[in-house]
């Protein structure tokens, strides 16, 4: 079956603009994770969501960032007026069920880089 | 809140031979899962294995095995009869049970295993 998919793969945006990253879990899992991950660093969790509401987003560095999953299924990170600070690895992840023995299944990641 | 630390940014090995990655935790909670994930090239994120805290008994898959010690808080890595495919970042994550951190995974920040012929 297909797994976790990310589009683009790769997103070069100039200083200040908008961008909008997409993910698309595994069909039926109910679970689904953002996480950053900068340049030679692990990736550090930003937002998670169980069906179509945010359960954790106590990882969203600034208000800049926002991410939604309205339909408890394809979920798209926002960032508005970015920053070079803000260039890293976008990984997303998705899960049956959270918590538990569930496995969280990783996608390949959107590499955005501010220039 | 947990954090995770891999001491060893860089580590190789022979081909055929043994090597143990180290991963140290800091956490407060008693019920959690430990996991190693590897990263090639590719950025995908693959689970290598998983450790649940309240098992005693250390976790293997194939020629994946861990030592998991609670009371230390380590979660060390051996990979037996290395193979080239195994070179790639290795990350140690921990999940919590709890319900105030959720189900998130808080990851170390890696060990690059290289892999010589």
């Known amino acids: 079956g297909a797994g976790v998919s990310q589009t683009p793969s790769n997103k070069v945006t100039e200083k200040g603009k908008y961008v909008e990253l997409r993910c698309d879990p595994i069909?039926?899992?109910?679970?689904l994770y953002w996480y950053r991950q900068s340049l030679g660093q692990g990736p550090e969790f930003l937002i998670y969501?169980?069906?179509?509401?945010?359960?954790?987003d106590s990882g969203l560095p600034n208000d800049r960032f926002f991410a939604v999953r309205p339909e408890g299924s394809v979920s798209t990170l926002k960032i508005q007026r970015t920053e070079r600070g803000d260039s890293a690895v976008y990984l997303c992840?998705?899960?049956?069920?959270?918590?538990?023995?569930?496995?969280?299944?990783f996608g390949p990641g959107t590499r955005l880089t501010v220039t | 809140a947990q954090t995770v630390t891999q001491s060893q940014p860089e580590m190789s090995v022979q081909e055929a031979e043994t090597v143990t990655l180290s991963c140290t935790y800091d956490?407060?909670?008693?019920?959690?899962?430990l996991f190693w994930y590897k990263q090639p090239p590719s950025r995908q994120m693959i689970l290598v294995i998983r450790?649940?805290?309240?098992?005693?008994q250390n976790a293997t898959e194939n020629r994946f095995s861990v030592n998991f010690q609670k009371a230390a808080k380590s979660f060390s890595l051996k990979i037996s009869d290395s193979q080239l495919g195994d070179a790639a970042m290795y990350f140690c994550a921990y999940r919590s049970e709890g319900k105030t951190s959720g189900s998130r995974l808080t990851f170390g920040e890696g060990t690059q295993l290289t892999v010589n012929p």
């Open positions: 956490t407060s909670e008693s019920d959690y899962y």
């Open positions: 450790q649940e805290a309240y098992k005693q």
């Open positions: 069909s039926g899992h109910t679970a």
């Open positions: 969501f169980q069906g179509t509401g945010a359960a954790d």
């Open positions: 992840a998705s899960s049956l069920f959270p918590g538990g023995t569930y496995e969280q299944y």
